[in-house]
């Protein structure tokens, strides 16, 4: 019933953008404590990018990240957004949403997962 659906990924050159979006349904974020984005490349394990504490707005970021991507969120259109600027080549990853109404952790059986979408960034 819960359902997260992302967009917005395709293919850049290096130093180009994309801005990523999910969308909830059957689940409202701000009824939540946690969301984020997390990105898995080929032969390597999932990485957490990006999150947010929907209360507070309390944000954290990866360090490869850290000043190129934002994460935001909009109350109203219960909607999940990252901007990308400067994207590099080692960005190049499927990107998933999360969701979680916990607080201190992530937690599988807990959190639910958007069907990611694929970034790719070309030299």
């Known amino acids: 019933q819960v359902q997260l659906v992302e967009s917005g990924g395709g293919s850049v050159q290096a130093g180009g953008s994309l801005r990523l979006s999910c969308a909830a349904s059957?689940?409202?974020?701000?009824?939540?404590?946690?969301v984020g984005w997390f990105r898995q490349a080929p032969g390597k394990e999932r990485e957490e990018v990006a999150m947010?504490?929907?209360?507070?707005?309390?944000?954290y970021y990866a360090d490869s990240v850290k000043g190129r991507f934002t994460i935001s969120q909009d109350i109203a259109k219960n909607t999940l957004y990252l901007q990308m600027n400067n994207l590099k080549p080692e960005d190049t990853a499927m990107y998933y949403c999360?969701?979680?109404?916990?607080?201190?952790?992530?937690?599988?059986?807990?959190?639910?997962w958007g069907q990611g979408t694929q970034v790719t960034v070309s030299s």
């Open positions: 059957g689940y409202t974020y701000s009824s939540g404590c946690m």
């Open positions: 999360r969701a979680s109404r916990l607080c201190d952790r992530w937690s599988s059986p807990a959190d639910y």
């Open positions: 947010l504490y929907t209360g507070g707005g309390r944000t």
